[in-house]
Nanobody, 120 residues
Framework: QVQLVESGGGLVQPGGSLRLSCAAS????????MGWYRQAPGKERELVAT???????NYADSVKGRFTISRDNAKNTVSLQMNSLKPEDTAVYYC??????????????WGQGTQVTVSS
């Protein structure tokens, strides 16, 4: 069984910063792409940022230059540093990972979500 556990959400004022972290645990052979998605009330879940096993990153246009995704392959973790936060960044943020759980099979796993609220 594989589990993704997020931490680091909360309430922050506009212009502030937060750092989200996600740790994968369980029967893990290898983790391929990892990423962060978010879902605001009344909206569909959207991609925020992804990172490959080799460290290649991809960002939504709305967060480029403000958010930075990183990972620690030795610890099976992925982080999202969020700077210059705006009220429109308010959402539940979900960690996502493509994980090989035996020598031939892989699947995508999701964390439980962590709330980020940007408000004065």
């Amino acid at each position: 069984q594989v589990q993704l556990v997020e931490s680091g959400g909360g309430l922050v004022q506009p212009g502030g910063s937060l750092r989200l972290s996600c740790a994968a645990s369980g029967s893990i052979i290898r983790i391929n792409d990892m990423g962060w998605y978010r879902q605001a009330p009344g909206k569909e879940r959207e991609l925020v940022a992804t990172i490959t096993g080799g460290g290649i990153t991809n960002y939504a246009d709305s967060v480029k230059g403000r958010f930075t995704i990183s990972r620690d392959n030795a610890k099976n973790t992925v982080s999202l540093q969020m700077n210059s936060l705006k009220p429109e960044d308010t959402a539940v943020y979900y960690c996502n990972a493509a994980i090989m759980y035996n020598l031939v099979l892989s699947r995508t796993y999701w964390g439980q979500g962590t709330q980020v609220t940007v408000s004065s």
